[in-house]
């Protein structure tokens, strides 16, 4: 979209697309919903034999100019009354495919127009995410993030999980296993690990210090291992 402080002919305005020369026709009066009469010109780029159209219009002293791809005539409709109206409208934006007269020129086109770092990021990860913040094959691996602790006998760097509360949680829920494990509660060993195992399991599945699936993996482990 073009915005002019003069007014200008639509046909010999320099176009903004990045095409070859356009062989445009004579200009004609179309109706656009919400914008009222405006110019209109169709183009053809003889080379890719693609078809472009270009809207003209003006309200007080600016001159507006919409163009681009026939097949995405109804968006440039929109766009043209949007800014007409100095503020956006709705409605609905679809290809008009009987518009195109070589589709593999229009995918070509549209195929060029595309960012391609951005188009393989969506393709490999997903529309959700950042291609600038995403790792894809063969990126190098980010090194992980590390704490200072400092301490009376100097400093240690160590990783950023080995400090975080979670970790924290899980050995205090490790001293308690060990702890009734060889406090002698229980009149015999069966008893004594049992009620160990009980408690620690229900521990960790109450503050899923880890996953689930690793906890209730680890329960008939444990069941072998201390002869339950």
Known sequence: ALSLRTAADPATV???????????????QV?????GLVTALKCRDAANKLDYVRYAATRGRNHFIVEGLAGYDPALRL????????????????VATTEVSDPAAFARTQAGSLDA?????????????????????????EKPATTELRTPVG???????????????????????LVLLFAPIMESPEQQNCLAMLIFVSLLWATEAIPLFVTSFLVPFLVVILRI
């Open 79 to 94: 766009a043209l009354a949007s800014l007409l109206l100095d503020r956006a409208q709705s409605g609905v934006v679809q």
């Open 31 to 35: 109706a656009i919903d919400k914008a």
């Open 14 to 28: 320099p176009s903004a697309l990045p095409v070859a020369a356009l062989t445009c026709a004579g200009p004609s």
């Open 155 to 177: 400093k240690f760097r160590l990783p950023a999980w080995m400090l975080s509360s979670t970790f924290l949680i899980l050995l205090i829920i490790l001293a308690i296993f």
């Open 117 to 141: 770092a951005g188009a393989r990021a969506e393709t490999l990860l997903g529309h959700a995410q950042d291609p600038s913040q995403s790792r894809r094959q063969g990126d190098h691996e």
